[in-house]
């Protein structure tokens, strides 16, 4: 079956200089995938003329004549930009020409247009971004909420842990996947009070066999790799994620800048850029790229603003495997059976 | 002028074994301080023996005959071990005898303790836990608070602001240190609604000339240097301060097995060794251990439960530096010079 993707060349901060490469390069990758190029059509054909592409076969182009750039308001994405690139791609997945989008626009804005064009999922109350991380145990965290929903209830992180429990279950091929509740330490008694009463949700989730849930997890244990899923609000995750990425980068410049110091440290490096290498690809943000904003219907995908062509192509490569596995069915089912269960107040089971 | 600083020798995971060694080191590095040891005394004593300073003229024994263990529950630490060391050794402080005194026993028990035999400070409600992190323009970033206050209203994090701001100024000779409100963004309306409370109060503070407000910072500016100070709640501040450590961990891990994966790669890392070891050394955490207890009637310190000795003679010297600058009577001297006009609603100027 063929896969349908659009993405909004326009978005980010390099737009069509990283959208278009990456694009051919994805479709070299992947035969099976079918790329929907929403932007300037000039520009974007002019761009692909350049990379010999403009006669793929598997490439598209819907014209749309405006960009949501990165500092625009919401109200200015939503209200008066409605021919925006962003726009257009997201509606190429609600009128089910393609089945997931990507886009590297401002987050804020993909968000607001997104919940607007697509509407959110039945039983959901907020849509959610979820991301992954790399891990001690050599695979991916999921994680979420970072940033969409500053203000949680316990029956949001809830919601959030049910859509990345089908998340990392679709993607990842894991029946059962463990979830972790971010909190400041893992007895029970420990955390906010939202987190605590979060902690009981899951925990009965967890009693009917509904979800797995592990229990508290610390913030290393999202790079220890204990559980497949990691549970937080927006602002808690927004601000990990940010400390995360500014410390790596510190750690990168500081690498670089200790072995670039003298003609000895500069022959280490030479002598040693196996290992090096093997470092960067192992921690590099790059391969991470792309968030889901869960909780839709349909699958949006956000690249950083600033990626490059390598980094915006795992965006794209995260949208195609959400939408081959499946992600958004099996997570509008999921719901749709905990959710209304979740709603009643489970009776104790008639003892005979 | 001597500066005595209390040691509760007995506490952290490795006891007397990390702390003694700790101690001797410290001794020598600083010729005007003095240390009081508490712990099992002949225990001391014979570690003291192993390394021939029994008879150290800068130190003396204090017997404590009970130890608080990482995993006993504050009930155990605050009403049944009396004669702990941890507990004696603050005592210490309340009593005159050092001006301030450094653990590396169990946080939660540690904060507990401390509140109760020195109490807080008047003007604060609630102590805060604050740490130092290395940034990218090579100076340390205070930020708290570090977990000791899991549920903040916009009042705790301003007092959180003031003590932080306080500390910055004595401990780095900064005399107007500027101060960050950890969010989401840097734009005034991003935030929770606690955060959007706090950064009126801070904008008040900075118009009337108390504070030095620079405004929101997000994660990656606390390795960047944007703000000498990152103020956030304790479970933010937890979270992030985990994280961190645990991608630290994960890089640190990931360079020494590539560097220790094949012939070339380890001469690389032989010939790279000044490099490698000044990362280490610019990053390791060892060199940020002591966390400091703020807001109460005396200086404690907080070291890591799993310090070496190395580590933990860190924190005697923040402590030690603390105590010198005068840290206390400045912090208590600016809570009630700025608490009581904070809790005033400032009157408009008279129009003429």
């Given at each position: 079956?063929?896969?349908?993707?659009?993405?909004?060349?326009?978005?980010?901060?390099?737009?069509?200089?990283?959208?278009?490469?990456?694009v051919?390069?994805?479709l070299?990758?992947?035969?099976?995938?079918?790329l929907?190029l929403?932007?300037?059509?000039?520009?974007?054909?002019?761009?692909?003329?350049?990379?010999?592409a403009?006669?793929h076969?598997r490439l598209s182009?819907?014209?749309?004549?405006?960009?949501?750039?990165?500092?625009?308001?919401?109200?200015?994405?939503?209200?008066?930009?409605?021919?925006?690139?962003?726009?257009?791609?997201?509606?190429?997945?609600?009128?089910?020409?393609?089945?997931?989008?990507?886009?590297?626009?401002?987050?804020?804005?993909?968000?607001?247009?997104?919940?607007?064009?697509?509407?959110?999922?039945?039983?959901?109350?907020?849509?959610?971004?979820?991301?992954?991380?790399?891990?001690?145990?050599?695979?991916?965290?999921?994680?979420?909420?970072?940033?969409?929903?500053?203000?949680?209830?316990?029956?949001?992180?809830?919601?959030?842990?049910?859509?990345?429990?089908?998340?990392?279950?679709?993607?990842?091929?894991?029946?059962?996947?463990?979830?972790?509740?971010?909190?400041?330490?893992?007895?029970?008694?420990?955390?906010?009070?939202?987190?605590?009463?979060?902690?009981?949700?899951?925990?009965?989730?967890?009693?009917?066999?509904?979800?797995?849930?592990?229990?508290?997890?610390?913030?290393?244990?999202?790079?220890?790799?204990?559980?497949?899923?990691?549970?937080?609000?927006?602002?808690?995750?927004?601000?990990?994620?940010?400390?995360?990425?500014?410390?790596?980068?510190?750690?990168?410049?500081?690498?670089?800048?200790?072995?670039?110091?003298?003609?000895?440290?500069?022959?280490?490096?030479?002598?040693?850029?196996?290992?090096?290498?093997?470092?960067?690809?192992?921690?590099?943000?790059?391969?991470?790229?792309?968030?889901?904003?869960?909780?839709?219907?349909?699958?949006?995908?956000?690249?950083?603003?600033?990626?490059?062509?390598?980094?915006?192509?795992?965006?794209?490569?995260?949208?195609?495997?959400?939408?081959?596995?499946?992600?958004?069915?099996?997570?509008?089912?999921?719901?749709?059976?905990?959710?209304?269960?979740?709603?009643?107040?489970?009776?104790?089971?008639?003892?005979?």
């Open positions: 079956m063929t896969i349908k993707i659009s993405i909004d060349c326009m978005g980010g901060d390099h737009g069509p200089s990283v959208t278009i490469p990456a051919i390069s994805f070299k990758q992947h035969a099976d995938a079918e929907v929403v932007g300037l059509e000039d520009v974007l054909r002019a761009e692909l003329k350049k990379h010999h403009e006669a076969p182009i819907v014209h749309a004549s405006e960009q949501v750039t990165m500092d625009d308001p919401l109200e200015v994405a939503l209200r008066r930009k409605k021919d925006s690139s962003m726009r257009v791609a997201i509606e190429q997945v609600k009128d089910g020409k393609t089945q997931a989008c990507v886009s590297a626009g401002n987050t804020g804005a993909l968000m607001a247009v997104a919940r607007y064009v697509l509407k959110t999922m039945t039983g959901v109350d907020r849509p959610a971004i979820c991301s992954i991380m790399p891990n001690q145990k050599g695979g991916p965290t999921y994680m979420l909420d970072l940033g969409a929903n500053v203000d949680c209830e316990p029956h949001h992180l809830h919601q959030f842990a049910i859509m990345g429990s089908v998340m990392v279950s679709a993607m990842e091929n894991i029946p059962r996947p463990t979830l972790g509740l971010l909190n400041v330490g893992t007895e029970d008694i420990k955390g906010n009070d939202v987190v605590k009463a979060t902690s009981k949700l899951l925990q009965a989730d967890h009693e009917r066999g509904a979800l797995n849930f592990y229990g508290n997890v610390e913030g290393n244990d999202i790079f220890k790799g204990t559980t497949d899923i990691v549970v937080c609000d927006g602002f808690v995750g927004n601000v990990t994620l940010k400390a995360v990425e500014g410390v790596a980068r510190f750690f990168a410049d500081t690498v670089k800048s200790e072995f670039t110091r003298n003609p000895l440290t500069m022959l280490g490096a030479l002598i040693g850029r196996g290992a090096l290498n093997n470092v960067k690809k192992r921690l590099s943000p790059s391969r991470y790229n792309g968030a889901s904003l869960l909780g839709l219907r349909g699958l949006v995908f956000k690249s950083h603003g600033g990626a490059d062509a390598y980094s915006f192509e795992w965006a794209i490569k995260r949208a195609y495997d959400a939408a081959k596995n499946d992600v958004l069915p099996h997570i509008s089912t999921l719901i749709s059976e905990l959710m209304p269960r979740n709603a009643e107040v489970p009776e104790a089971p008639a003892s005979k």
